[in-house]
């Protein structure tokens, strides 16, 4: 059974840094792709990003700029950094598992990070 | 960005009836095409890949189907536990994007 765990600060000051981690249990990082996505309260979904355990990485031109992914194949974890944060980018982060076609098998529960000062 | 647009926004229906969603694409996503279904205060759970391939442990009365770019996702018999928010997702062009969601409530 795959599982997926975010851990990271549910509370972010404006204009500061963004810092999650995905622990996955079940399932070996070396494969597969694994991925970023939010939904801010009562709202859509949103793909940040997704990383492939080399590093190799695709990033949503929304947040492009301020977006670093990366993978830690002996946690067995995978990292999300987001920086300049605002309000808007307070939301649900999911990690999650994606399957080299594209779509998500598995989810984090998801973790909320509200941005305010 | 392929643009991904759900009908309609919510959607009324009594249990034991026939509930059609549809998602139509911007463009032609052939047919990389993911149904996820989600509940208050839980993740996403996926339903259809394929556009129409079932994933593990989702019951036949979940079915999907459409061309490559209007998509429909058909629940023949409504149950109880089927009441929730439905998303569609195209994963041809990146970046990935989701529909913004239909819910399906009790009428």
């Known amino acids: 059974q795959v599982q997926l765990q975010e851990s990271g600060p549910g509370l972010v000051k404006p204009s500061e840094t963004l810092s999650l981690t995905c622990a996955v249990s079940?399932?070996?990082?070396?494969?597969?792709?694994w991925s970023w996505i939010r939904q801010p309260p009562g709202k859509g979904l949103e793909w940040i990003g997704n990383?492939?355990?080399?590093?190799?990485?695709n990033y949503n031109p929304s947040v492009q700029s301020r977006v670093t992914m990366s993978a830690d194949t002996s946690k067995n974890q995978f990292s999300l950094k987001l920086r300049s944060v605002t309000a808007a980018d307070t939301a649900v982060y999911y990690c999650?598992?994606?399957?080299?076609?594209?779509?998500?098998?598995?989810w984090g529960q998801g973790t909320l990070v509200t941005v305010s000062s | 960005e392929i643009l991904m647009t759900q009908s309609p926004a919510t959607l009324s229906v009594s249990p034991g009836e026939r509930a059609t969603l549809s998602c139509r694409a911007s463009?032609?996503?052939?047919?990389?095409l993911a149904w996820y279904q989600q509940k208050p205060g839980q993740a996403p759970r996926l339903l259809i890949f394929?556009?129409?391939a079932r994933a593990t442990g989702i019951p036949a009365r979940f079915s999907g189907g459409g061309s490559e770019t209007e998509f429909t996702l058909t629940i023949s018999s409504l149950q109880s536990e089927d009441f929730a928010v439905y998303f569609c997702?195209?994963?041809?062009?990146?970046?990935?994007?989701f529909g913004q969601g239909t819910k399906v409530e009790i009428k």
């Open positions: 463009q032609s996503v052939a047919t990389n």
């Open positions: 394929g556009k129409f």
């Open positions: 990383i492939y355990y080399i590093g190799t990485t």
């Open positions: 997702q195209q994963y041809n062009d990146w970046p990935w994007t």
């Open positions: 999650a598992r994606e399957t080299a076609a594209g779509h998500i098998e598995y």
């Open positions: 079940g399932a070996s990082i070396s494969s597969y792709y």
